[in-house]
């Protein structure tokens, strides 16, 4: 009975001890490093090549037609516009994924288009953050005026197409941002003539037929 006992008793402690040195190894192949990823092969930040960087005027707010009098030489304060459409500055991934910088395109694009741009993935919104804004109509006739009057919103959207030359390949790609400024145009529902392309687009979208 007393060998038989002995026995198990050796079996637990060299199982025990067995676990006891199986358990740092797990513990060393967890803190074991992942392989590191190739760095992004380096572009020349001063080699943008532009083909060509279109500049339009798009409209992103605009407010319902509001039944207003404006008295000679008088003022009112201007419709409420809303933002109507979403957009974010953005840059090819591709470009990026070859390793293009968005801050160099951004920076090279800038002095292409001689604006400050909105930098990339910048989202859009229907002021700028810096201006606080309270639009008035003013009225400079020795009569009032009275209409359905509509307040638009518009931006400078810029779209670049570029090459840079990353690790001794062309690499190409394309970026759509916009000025930091705002353009604001009031106008009366029925009145076509002096509009600019952007109010002409806003009197169709708000005002009745």
């Not at 740092?24 to 760095?39: F, V, Y």
């Not at 092969?41 to 500049?55: L, T």
């Not at 459409?85 to 920076?107: K, N, W, Y």
Request: aromatic share 2%; glycine share 6%; net charge positive.
């Amino acid at each position: 009975m007393r060998s038989a006992l002995l026995t198990v008793c050796a079996v637990v402690l060299l199982t025990a001890c067995a676990a006891r040195e199986q358990s740092p190894l797990r513990i060393s192949e967890a803190r074991k490093p992942s392989p590191s990823r190739p760095a992004s092969p380096r572009c020349q930040a001063d080699g943008f090549a532009w083909q060509s960087v279109v500049r339009r005027t798009a409209l992103i707010g605009l407010s319902d037609a509001k039944e207003l009098r404006i008295p000679a030489h008088g003022s009112a304060l201007s419709p409420t516009p809303r933002l109507i459409r979403t957009l974010s500055a953005r840059i090819s991934p591709a470009a990026i994924e070859a390793g293009v910088r968005s801050t160099d395109a951004l920076a090279s694009l800038q002095d292409k288009a001689s604006e400050v741009l909105e930098p990339i993935h910048t989202r859009l919104a229907l002021h700028d953050p810096a201006e606080r804004m309270t639009s008035k109509m003013i009225n400079d006739s020795d009569a009032p005026v009275r209409g359905r009057f509509v307040e638009a919103v518009g931006i400078t959207l810029v779209t670049g197409t570029f090459t840079v030359t990353c690790a001794d390949a062309t690499v190409r790609g394309t970026v759509t941002t916009w000025g930091k400024s705002r353009i604001y145009e009031s106008l009366r529902c029925g009145t076509r003539d002096h509009l600019s392309a952007m109010g002409r687009e806003a009197e169709r979208k708000a005002c009745p037929a």
